[in-house]
T-cell receptor
């Protein structure tokens, strides 16, 4: 069964360093998402991406964050200068393009990357 | 704004007990509602969904009914198994042209033999 994969499973970095979190969405999916979950808090939407551009982003997704689909298979989240408060579990998700309404596309999630900023 | 509130966990039950995890939401318009489950070491998986008022979503013995009058989407199962131990997330997708999901904080379920 196709699945979303994420690497690494755990990333430890120093404050101020750049990190890139990688995701491989399901191959025929066209919509991609990043969410994060700070320990003990809710899963929060960060950004959605379609047709090589951001379609929606939350207020969390400031200039320190960027997303990219560098090739036909990877989808990355870059944090330019990490802060302590960026420590969280980051989830990638993807969904098909197939209906006229986003609401009915099931999002398939990866297992997450745990980011620890020291 | 849009938000989801779930009952606090952890919930600990014996095998074959009845499960209810409460979920209420705040939203404008007519959102779609979801329950996702996360097993240890895995990503979130869609468990069930309902896209309009009075719809009942069901899967693997779990059920939830979209109640617009009480803005609720409680998850129920008549007889839980040890293998149901996981974290359960209630979520909504706001109406309109958006794909984002808004999640509750998750409820950990532990089922003991």
């Amino acid at each position: 069964e196709p699945e979303v994969t994420q690497t690494p499973s755990h990333q430890v970095t120093q404050m101020g360093q750049e990190v890139i979190l990688r995701c491989v969405p399901i191959s025929n999916h066209l919509y991609f998402y990043w969410y994060r979950q700070i320990l003990g808090q809710k899963v929060e939407f960060l950004v959605s991406f379609y047709n090589n551009e951001i379609s929606e982003k939350s207020e969390i997704f400031d200039d320190q964050f960027s997303v990219e689909r560098p090739d036909g298979s990877n989808f990355t989240l870059k944090i330019r200068s990490t802060k302590l408060e960026d420590s969280a579990m980051y989830f990638c998700a993807s969904s098909e393009d197939g209906t006229a309404t986003f609401s009915y596309n099931e999002q398939f999630f990866g297992p997450g990357t745990r980011l620890t900023v020291l | 704004g849009n938000s989801v509130t779930q009952m606090e966990g952890p919930v600990t039950l014996s095998e074959e007990a009845f499960l209810t995890i409460n979920c209420t939401y705040t939203a404008t318009g007519y959102p779609s509602l979801f329950w996702y489950v996360q097993y240890p070491g895995e990503g979130l998986q869609l468990l069930l969904k309902a896209t309009k008022a009075d719809d009942k979503g069901s899967n693997k013995g779990f059920e939830a009914t979209y109640r617009k009058e009480t803005t609720s989407f409680h998850l129920e199962k008549g007889s839980v198994q040890v293998s149901d131990s996981a974290v359960y997330f209630c979520a909504l997708n706001p109406s309109g042209n958006t794909g984002k999901l808004i999640f509750g904080q998750g409820t950990t379920l532990q089922v003991k033999p």
